[in-house]
């Protein structure tokens, strides 16, 4: 009788494996390139290194790949056409190039351990390594509209790898790496690229309102089951004066918002000028509006400095929130900066940032020294 882990050892043997990477990879070298991408900051000022991740070539012109912040990004290897902000997935012109008829996989059994061939980039170019999966769970996921398959967090993949099968069909693509590695099933990928392909870029439309989840006291307290609780408003959207705190949001147009991942997700895809009509809870009834999206930053333009800020003793500030269409905004700070120096202050406090900027004449500008998780930069802060 065969050892115990002979039996449990899955069928695919270490040869056949090299074997699919070698065959396979030429074959895909048409279907797999690499694209480089450098991210921008809202200011336009470059804020981080170059990118190189792989890509899936949709059709002769066409390739998909998964970017963390393409709006502004400089793109080497092709032109921007879409970008979904809900999942990071972009879909690129490129030159014209042969490409492989699309095979995609349906796994006949989430409970047998399969393994795949997954994309990685080095020196340049995209090469294939096996992984061996594990169970696959499947998971609803509301950005991607349907479901993905959760996978051990033992798997390090790198986020935007695609996965493929030993013989060659599209398996999906990675997400959620480092705390909860999923593969978006291939159909998924594919659909949602096919829509980037037919609407292509839209103006990204903004409320201005910010959303926390239904905490257990909340839910005792209104007996509401679902929905996103308003946290903030900003003065400038056009959400000013409709909503306001402590609202439970409980659907944006038909989408019924059951947390607060659902409304992240139907604001993320907000385009400008879009009309929604939003319906809430407030003080024990049920209301409905309708608000107009504007685009970001398209906001009145006001002198206000527009800075919520904390504290870092001995370092600066850290930027909490930068109100639409202020001072802070135009000059490009945004959320999660760290402000170390202001005029001649050298790691200032939220006071001391608040008064010099009050204290600046009208036509002059205020120099801020900002670091960011990107980098290190400068930027002019006008009145």
Partial sequence: MAPLLTQLAPGTGFEDLERAVFELEPKLASVLQVISVQPSGSSGILGGDVQSVPSFRLRDDAVVALIDAPAGSSIADGMLVAHDPATGLALLR??????????????????YPPYLLVSDVSQGRVSLR??????????ADSAWGGFVWR???????????FMFTTSGAFAGLIVGQPKSPAIVPATTVLSLAERLLEEGQRAAGWLGIEVQPLTPQIRAATGLTSGAVVTWVDSQSPAAGKIVATDIIQAADD???????????YTARLAA?????????????????????????????SSRLGLTMRAKPGVGVEVLHVEAGSAAMRAGIAV????????????????????????????????????????????????
């Fill in 94 to 111: 490129t030159g014209n190039s042969e490409t492989l008829p699309i095979r995609t996989w349906t796994p006949e059994s989430l409970d």
């Fill in 130 to 139: 096996p992984v061996f999966v594990g169970r696959l769970l499947p998971a």
């Fill in 151 to 161: 996978i051990s967090s033992a798997n390090t993949i790198p986020n935007g790898a």
């Fill in 255 to 265: 989408h019924v918002m059951q947390t607060k991942a659902d409304w992240d997700t």
């Fill in 273 to 301: 000028r879009d009309v929604v009509t939003l319906r809430f809870w407030r003080r024990g009834r049920t209301e409905q509006l309708q608000v107009t999206a504007l685009e970001p930053g398209k906001a009145a333009a």
């Fill in 336 to 383: 999660d900066d760290v402000l170390t120096r202001v005029g001649d202050i050298e790691a200032p406090t939220p006071a001391q940032i608040t008064r010099t900027f009050a204290a600046a004449s009208k036509d002059g500008a205020l120099l801020l020294a900002i670091t960011r998780r990107t980098g290190r930069l400068v930027v002019a802060l006008v009145k």
